[in-house]
T-cell receptor, first 118, second 120 residues
Framework: DTEVTQTPKHLVMGMTNKKSLKCEQH?????MYWYKQKAKKPPELMFV???????INESVPSRFSPECPNSSLLNLHLHALQPEDSALYLC?????????????????FGPGTRLTVL | AQTVTQSQPEMSVQEAETVTLSCTYD???????LFWYKQPPSRQMILVIR??????QNATENRFSVNFQKAAKSFSLKISDSQLGDAAMYFC?????????????????FGQGTILTVHP
């Protein structure tokens, strides 16, 4: 089973709204990722959580706030977004093992949330 | 820093024919992984195939195979017997290996993508 689920599928929000995106996986993966993707462009990494701790923040504006309540869940809290934040938001997960180990750490992606900011 | 280049913004193929998508990358590391992801109009990123740099044998997955040329830093994807469902944007991606100083959670570096159209 390589399923990552994301809710909602679509979200329309105003610039003053607060909303959250949710991502869930039950593959026992210990690394989870948020990406932002504009149309016809590659995904851009936003955040990485490893063992429920924030490991990478790619200089993302504070209006995006990630949260990892447990090893299966990843949230992205949105507040005071701008129209240019409209995009597809992808969640991914991968096994995180010990350093130096062989084996491919493959990221599996969810279907994404299509966000529109008015 | 690593870079990934896909020089073909768009490609087309007739159904049942074979098509090859190109990918080159630049790195000074010897331990890394390479991936091809497919993103159909539904926009779900789907793993197509992966290759470990330390393996000389080219990876294959059913109709999909790669031509991995480590010295030339080339990683092309061959799709045989193309089907209508293969129509998508294809991304090549690079990840540092753990033994190259990478962490256990890998940051992917993506190419710009190639849009593949399949004609019936």
């Amino acid at each position: 089973d390589t399923e990552v689920t994301q809710t909602p599928k679509h979200l329309v929000m105003g610039m003053t709204n607060k909303k959250s995106l949710k991502c869930e996986q039950h593959m026992g993966h210990r690394a989870m990722y948020w990406y932002k993707q504009k149309a016809k462009k590659p995904p851009e990494l936003m955040f990485v959580y490893s063992y429920e701790k924030l490991s990478i923040n790619e200089s993302v504006p504070s209006r995006f706030s990630p949260e990892c309540p447990n090893s299966s869940l990843l949230n992205l809290h949105l507040h005071a977004l701008q129209p240019e934040d409209s995009a597809l938001y992808l969640c991914a997960s991968s096994q995180a093992g010990t350093r130096g180990g062989r084996g491919v750490d493959t990221q599996y992606f969810g279907p994404g949330t299509r966000l529109t900011v008015l | 820093a690593q870079t990934v280049t896909q020089s073909q913004p768009e490609m087309s193929v007739q159904e049942a024919e074979t098509v090859t998508l190109s990918c080159t990358y630049d790195t000074s590391e010897s331990d890394y992984y390479l991936f091809w992801y497919k993103q159909p109009p539904s926009r779900q990123m789907i793993l197509v195939i992966r290759q470990e740099a330390y393996k000389q044998q080219n990876a294959t997955e059913n109709r999909f195979s790669v031509n991995f040329q480590k010295a030339a830093k080339s990683f092309s994807l061959k799709i045989s017997d193309s089907q209508l469902g293969d129509a998508a944007m294809y991304f090549c991606a690079y990840r540092r290996g753990r033994n190259a100083g990478g962490t256990s959670y890998g940051k992917l570096t993506f190419g710009q993508g190639t849009i593949l159209t399949v004609h019936p």
